[in-house]
């Protein structure tokens, strides 16, 4: 996030990495990239997937980065990754039910004779001719987008495929069935492209859609044909998220509309949701505390050139948290709506023994509707009234939750190292990769498009991840 709060997104580096991709391997080679660039001391964050050596090769990264608060938020595991393992995890478990339908589509278009009667067949009945969209397996956005297409026509296809394919048997059931894992699978789909932007911050979106998942999670268990999915996408969702990094409980603190007091609110609904028992007043104010460290901390390190005390703070009371009107999807954001009455500014205590923390968190705020609001907006018109919280917040905000940008650019290498360019040394593949890169950036067009944004995660069941080892 640049000095206007603009997300910026840059390549620097795009080298060959020839050797086994081991901790020690990852290290060296980011090592000398920081280097080249004098960033190693500039590195706030580093953004992984969950495969082990990239986990592995943290601790010597922290020590030759020495990140600013110690390194307790140095590290973070893409999310979008462990959404897309979870979804897997679901779907090996319901292919019973998609497989009829999936079978249906795949034989209409393996028969050119065939989809041209299913296409008039659609217009003799008033309906819009469609030619759905074709299912990867290893890719669950695109069994999402079948399945959206497909229960809109369900009457017609079932009996389109009853008459002329008796050997697949396709019932209404299957369709039905297919209705509540689509409903599932589109809070998955919603977190994956909330989560996935490049051009606005996304850390303090991560709690809502957890929330989201968690309520998703609760409710499906209940049914009988989704309860084993559930148990399934649960299982695998708590071993990455049974805490919730830290970082991303901060970054909600930092969002003027939910503040401390929304936070408490919502991990109480996540951890109920998900059936576990959590001392939430304890833990909330391991993160309140965590707030205030963090704030003491920027106070030493940027209070000398703005003329501030250098103090050490305690939180000594609850703040006060408020929101603005989200569209109402899931748990998470019905929670937020139900908290959406809009509050005049009310003035805090100005005395000089008050921290700028505390007038933060204590001080009410009167705010637009969800689709007017920009946290980045927010923040630079306050950056004279939080001088210090500002700095903390454009940091925590400009951390990305996923690493989807990052996989958008080695399929960006792949396109340019094609057959026909195969002799391209790495120096000029590196070139115009990040010549390409910079020129999108220009024009603000690096942004990924939704519908392909778990493209880049079909690896995910095959290679080895920390949660299997």
Known sequence: MDNDWVMQKRIIAFRVFDESHTAQNIFRLLKIIFKEFHIQNKIFEIGFDNAASNTASIPMLQDLCNPYFGGKLFHQRCACHILNLCVQAGLQILSVYIKPIRDSINYIWRQNKLQKLWLKYCSQNGMRPIKFSRDISTRWNSTYKLLNESVVYKELLVSFITYNVPSISLQLKHCDICIKILEL??????????????????????????????????????????????????????????????????ASCFDPRFKLECLQDYLTHYYKSLDLEVDILSYCNSIKALLYELYDEYLKIYGPSLNMPVSQHQPTSDSTGTSSTFKLKGLGDRLFSQRAKKLRTSSSSSSGSISELDRYLETSHEFLEDSEFSIQVWWKDHEQIFPILSIIAKQILGTPVSTVAVEQEFSAGGNILEPRRSVMCPQTLEAQACLDDWTKAKYRQQEIEAEIVNDFFEDDQTTGTEGSD
């Open 185 to 250: 699978l589109r809070v998955f789909n919603d977190a994956t492209n909330a989560l996935s932007g490049i051009y606005y911050p996304t850390t303090h979106l991560f709690l809502i859609q957890s929330v989201n998942i968690a309520g998703a999670f609760s409710e499906c268990e209940l049914d009988v044909q989704l309860s084993e999915c559930v148990a399934a996408m649960k299982k695998k969702w708590l071993q990455y998220y049974k805490e919730i990094p830290n970082i991303y409980l901060l």
